[in-house]
């Protein structure tokens, strides 16, 4: 699986998560792949024309903006957003869910196409369908 954390996440959480699943998944962050800035249209569909990636996400943006919303939805990308109090914990908290619902996450991008959006709750251990 390729997963791409976005610019809202620490790249030291992207680093982290790499080293865990080294061999097993590839685990980038944004600015490693585009660098720094880069505008959420271009790098929705330069993320898409290399393939299926899923993306973990602080941005909700993405899914209330209509230009970013719509590039999304026709992508080949599957979003995983952090929930706003999930968005606002400390990197330790956000690095517990993530790999509390790593599973889930894991499944859940083998049953859906491309564009579907979910979000990580902060306490549940269910993943809410955007």
């Given at each position: ?12 959480l ?16 944004l ?16 993320l ?6 899923i993306v ?5 943006k ?7 919303y719509?590039t999304?939805r ?6 995983f957003f ?5 968005h606002?914990a ?6 517990e869910r993530?790999l509390?619902?790593?599973d889930a ?6 049953l859906?196409?491309g ?8 306490s549940a ?6």
């Amino acid at each position: 699986m390729k997963v791409l954390l976005d610019e809202n996440l620490s790249p030291a959480l992207a680093k982290a998560l790499d080293a865990l699943f080294a061999g097993r998944h590839e685990i980038r962050h944004l600015r490693e792949k585009f660098g720094p800035s880069v505008a959420d249209v271009t790098w929705i569909n330069e993320l898409s024309a290399d393939g299926r990636w899923i993306v973990i996400s602080g941005d909700r943006k993405i899914t209330r903006n209509r230009a970013e919303y719509h590039t999304f939805r026709n992508s080949q990308l599957i979003g995983f957003f952090l929930s706003s109090g999930l968005h606002k914990a400390k990197v330790t908290k956000q690095m517990e869910r993530i790999l509390a619902l790593w599973d889930a996450i894991e499944a859940q991008a083998g049953l859906v196409q491309g564009g579907a959006m979910f979000e990580l709750p902060m306490s549940a251990a269910r993943l809410k369908q955007l």
